[in-house]
């Protein structure tokens, strides 16, 4: 494959843009080489500068649900744009896309929009501190909630309780205040509630960790925590900026039946604009500014441009049966990508749930961060290029779940596993 427009591009952005990129994991530092340049998206397939075509399993990183450039969705947005591109006063679009997300995620009894899913959870925090009046959050080792200073940070070494900043200029008497459990360790939670749980504002967590690759809640696990944050007074906060909508229509928390006191929203309500948005019970909802004290604002929420595109989007994915072909398909991939893996003699566990998937390098099941962790992550990297040469885009890293769209048809999804069967094979001959 001929990168040369990519890597001179490359070479221009890194003088300009830190890294080349607006954003780190684009950048390929985790597998080494260099991003190619998008020029195009259509349907399953991204279409780089110099000409060469790619499946896509990154989808923008969850939002293209139905595929790049659907016609619906297109269509949505060249409406809109003929009534202008931002109003900084109220429309219509923003009143139908609350009404949307509170019917098709019912314990969202409010919404309030924002415009990426780290503001959402920025929010989202702020709001269950001010709500509760206590300071202390919670979240889970290789959950990702975006770069909000309160989230970069880990598990101190001698006191669980008190985190310590994963970022220079995360403040330490801020993050003193995160504590970092590990996912899917039922005990773990239990003991920190009975030591701190009075001072808990909220339990923050991916129902289904899409940062750490792909990794679903052990049954019963959401259960114990919905039951931990009711006991001590914490609020549940499910980040669903991977698996809202996705893994359901209703979301994570419809497929696994259990009902979070907020919820936060991302770049897939948009279709590929730039939105997000935070939702739960009206009690807690009304003490946003301006109906409460708790303030929260931005010029460009509700932009009517990225209404417009994630109504389009929310109503195709409401169609019957949507959400259950695509994990059909999910699955099927994932039975190839094993059956590939075992051919070759490469051990490969998968995981998948709805349409979010993750491959590991290792023949255990993955149920845990260290576990995720553990796997052969070179193997992974080798397995990435061996794939990207043959036309098909992983995510750039080991560590990040896999998203499907409804235009993964089964050619796609056959094209995808002939690329892997020859992948594999390349990874075993090192
Ligand atoms: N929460 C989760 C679960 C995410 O995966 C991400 C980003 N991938 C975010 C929050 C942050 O969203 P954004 O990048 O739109 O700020």
Same mark, same amino acid.
């Given at each position: 494959?001929?990168h040369?427009?990519?890597?001179?591009?490359?070479?221009?952005?890194?003088?300009l843009?830190?890294?080349?990129?607006?954003?780190?994991?684009?950048?390929?530092?985790?597998?080494?080489?260099?991003?190619?340049?998008?020029?195009r998206?259509?349907?399953?397939?991204?279409?780089?500068?110099?000409?060469?075509?790619?499946?896509?399993?990154v989808g923008?990183?969850?939002?293209?649900?139905?595929?790049?450039?659907?016609?619906?969705?297109?269509?949505?947005?060249?409406?809109?744009?003929?009534?202008?591109?931002?109003?900084?006063?109220?429309?219509?679009?923003?009143?139908?896309?609350?009404?949307?997300?509170?019917?098709l995620?019912?314990s969202?009894?409010?919404?309030?929009?924002?415009?990426?899913?780290?503001?959402a959870?920025?929010?989202?925090?702020?709001?269950?501190?001010?709500?509760?009046?206590?300071?202390?959050?919670?979240k889970f080792?290789?959950?990702?909630?975006?770069?909000?200073?309160?989230?970069?940070?880990?598990?101190?070494?001698?006191?669980?309780?008190?985190?310590?900043?994963?970022?220079?200029?995360?403040?330490a008497?801020?993050?003193?205040?995160?504590?970092?459990?590990?996912?899917?360790d039922? &005990?773990?939670? *239990?003991?920190?509630?009975?030591?701190? /749980? $009075?001072?808990? @504002?909220?339990?923050? !967590?991916? =129902?289904?960790?899409?940062?750490?690759?792909?990794?679903?809640?052990r049954?019963?696990?959401?259960q114990?925590?919905?039951?931990?944050c009711?006991?001590?007074?914490?609020?549940?906060?499910?980040? &669903?900026?991977? *698996?809202?909508?996705?893994?359901?229509? /209703? $979301?994570?928390? @419809?497929?696994?039946? !259990?009902? =979070?006191?907020?919820?936060?929203?991302?770049?897939?309500?948009?279709?590929?604009?730039?939105?997000?948005?935070?939702?739960?019970?009206?009690?807690?909802?009304?003490?946003?500014?301006?109906?409460g004290?708790?303030y929260?604002?931005g010029?460009?929420?509700?932009?009517?441009?990225?209404?417009?595109?994630?109504?389009?989007?929310?109503?195709?994915?409401?169609?019957?049966?949507?959400?259950?072909?695509?994990?059909?398909?999910?699955?099927?991939?994932?039975?190839?990508?094993?059956?590939?893996?075992?051919?070759?003699g490469?051990?490969?566990?998968?995981?998948?749930?709805?349409a979010?998937?993750?491959?590991?390098?290792?023949?255990?099941?993955?149920?845990?961060?260290?576990?995720?962790?553990?796997?052969?992550?070179?193997?992974?990297?080798?397995?990435?290029?061996?794939?990207?040469?043959r036309?098909?885009?992983?995510?750039p890293?080991?560590?990040?779940?896999?998203?499907?769209?409804?235009?993964?048809?089964?050619?796609?999804?056959?094209?995808?596993?002939?690329?892997?069967?020859a992948?594999?094979?390349?990874?075993?001959?090192g």
């Amino acid at each position: 494959m001929n990168h040369a427009r990519s890597h001179a591009l490359f070479e221009r952005a890194r003088q300009l843009l830190p890294g080349g990129v607006n954003s780190p994991v684009r950048a390929f530092k985790s597998v080494g080489g260099e991003p190619f340049f998008v020029q195009r998206a259509d349907g399953p397939y991204l279409y780089d500068v110099d000409g060469n075509r790619y499946i896509d399993y990154v989808g923008s990183w969850g939002p293209m649900i139905v595929g790049h450039n659907h016609p619906a969705v297109r269509e949505a947005v060249q409406a809109a744009i003929a009534n202008g591109l931002s109003y900084g006063a109220p429309c219509e679009a923003e009143v139908e896309m609350a009404e949307t997300i509170t019917r098709l995620v019912p314990s969202c009894e409010m919404v309030r929009m924002v415009n990426s899913g780290t503001e959402a959870t920025l929010s989202a925090i702020r709001l269950a501190r001010g709500a509760t009046g206590r300071q202390r959050i919670v979240k889970f080792e290789g959950c990702y909630h975006g770069h909000g200073d309160s989230f970069l940070v880990k598990a101190g070494s001698g006191m669980l309780t008190l985190g310590v900043p994963t970022s220079p200029g995360v403040p330490a008497g801020l993050s003193e205040l995160t504590a970092t459990l590990s996912y899917n360790d039922f &005990e773990g939670a *239990t003991r920190l509630f009975e030591e701190i /749980g $009075g001072e808990i @504002a909220a339990v923050i !967590i991916e =129902p289904v960790v899409g940062n750490a690759n792909c990794i679903p809640p052990r049954p019963g696990y959401l259960q114990h925590l919905r039951e931990l944050c009711t006991k001590h007074g914490a609020l549940l906060i499910f980040d &669903e900026v991977m *698996t809202g909508f996705r893994v359901a229509l /209703g $979301g994570a928390q @419809a497929h696994y039946g !259990i009902t =979070p006191d907020l919820t936060t929203f991302g770049k897939i309500i948009g279709g590929g604009m730039p939105v997000g948005a935070y939702g739960g019970r009206r009690e807690l909802m009304e003490q946003i500014a301006p109906a409460g004290p708790i303030y929260q604002a931005g010029t460009l929420s509700g932009n009517p441009v990225a209404m417009a595109a994630g109504l389009a989007m929310l109503r195709l994915i409401q169609e019957p049966g949507f959400h259950e072909r695509l994990a059909a398909v999910t699955a099927r991939l994932c039975a190839g990508f094993e059956a590939a893996a075992r051919e070759a003699g490469v051990p490969l566990t998968t995981n998948h749930v709805g349409a979010m998937f993750g491959l590991f390098f290792t023949d255990r099941k993955v149920e845990t961060y260290a576990q995720a962790t553990a796997c052969d992550i070179a193997a992974f990297n080798r397995f990435f290029h061996a794939m990207l040469e043959r036309g098909v885009f992983l995510a750039p890293s080991a560590y990040e779940a896999g998203f499907v769209s409804s235009a993964h048809d089964e050619a796609v999804v056959e094209a995808t596993l002939e690329a892997a069967r020859a992948a594999f094979r390349s990874v075993a001959d090192g």
